[in-house]
């Protein structure tokens, strides 16, 4: 199983939603977690535009990325330019990553234009990360199996 964290400043929108994709669209191959630099709490219309694909973000909760200490991790992929400036150290062999989104939260005008924005951005996480995720599935498997043929042969 594949272990990501997806680091935001706020795990508000961003973070959480990716974490709820892949939860759902990879399930039994890899297990997401959010957490944030500064958490907040989980934004309303994150859930909602989430609720719209039939996956349920509400019981999940805003956590601080100190709350995962000690939590190893396979990928570490930061979801905002300040989370990348401020990601902190981690041991091990956990690959760290950046692929900057824009911040939903900050979107102004009616309802239905923000909303639109939270749906932009929801359906740019699950077009760039499930892609990637399932690349570093493939790298693993491929990985596995040389190490299978050296150890036989």
């Known amino acids: 199983m594949l272990k990501v964290l997806f680091l935001c400043t706020e795990n508000a929108c961003r973070s959480q939603m990716a974490e ?3 939860n759902h669209d990879l399930a039994g191959q890899v297990k997401a977690w959010s957490a944030g ?25 805003s956590k601080s990325v100190d ?22 150290f981690f041991p091990g062999d956990t690959e760290v990553r950046h692929m900057g989104f824009p911040d939903p939260a900050k979107a102004t005008g009616t309802e239905a234009e923000t909303l639109s924005v939270f749906r932009q951005v929801r359906d ?25 043929s050296r150890e036989k042969g």
């Open 37 to 61: 630099i500064r958490p907040s709490r989980v934004n309303p219309r994150a859930i909602q535009v989430m609720a719209e694909l039939g996956i349920d973000i509400s019981r999940q909760r």
């Open 124 to 148: 740019g996480l699950r077009e760039r990360l499930i892609p990637l995720l399932r690349e570093k599935l493939s790298e693993r498997r491929e990985k596995e199996h040389a190490k299978q």
């Open 67 to 88: 709350d995962l200490a000690g939590e190893e991790f396979d990928l570490v992929i930061t979801v905002c330019d300040r989370a990348q400036q401020e990601c902190p």
């Open 20 to 22: 709820g994709l892949v």
